[in-house]
């Protein structure tokens, strides 16, 4: 069982960087791969990125590509999502997710993954 907690987001003007944090329970955390997803007002819930479990993969949607970037700490039980250049589209409820499983493969369907936090506000004005 793993038990996720989000934070780090808030309210930013566009043009700013905001890191958003999910702290993970548990002593197995390097075994599982963490995803990143967001949800925008009125819209589904859409994948952003996701990174193996020893954080040496990592695989983005292509709107991510270019302005955000996750990276894990293993010995804090902690992925990050770094979102720089923010622009009110951003504006969503970020999510994060884990996936156990020791085999790397890119997965960006939310079926994939086991366990999801709660959820962290990204409000981005113009």
């Known amino acids: 069982q793993v038990q996720l907690v989000e934070s780090g987001g808030g309210l930013v003007q566009a043009g700013g960087s905001l890191r958003l944090s999910c702290a993970a329970s548990?002593?197995?955390?390097?075994?599982?791969?963490l995803g990143w997803f967001r949800q925008a007002p009125g819209k589904e819930r859409e994948f952003v990125a996701t990174?193996?479990?020893?954080?040496?993969?990592?695989y983005y949607a292509d709107f991510a590509k270019a302005r955000f970037t996750i990276s894990r700490d293993n010995a804090k039980n902690t992925v990050y999502l770094q979102v720089k250049s923010l622009k009110p589209e951003d504006t969503a409820v970020y999510y994060c997710?884990?996936?156990?499983?020791?085999?790397?493969?890119?997965?960006?369907?939310?079926?994939?993954?086991?366990?999801w936090g709660q959820g962290t506000q990204v409000t981005v004005s113009s």
């Open positions: 997710a884990a996936r156990y499983g020791n085999s790397w493969f890119p997965a960006s369907a939310e079926d994939k993954y086991n366990y």
């Open positions: 548990g002593r197995t955390f390097s075994s599982y791969a």
């Open positions: 990174i193996s479990g020893s954080g040496a993969s990592t």
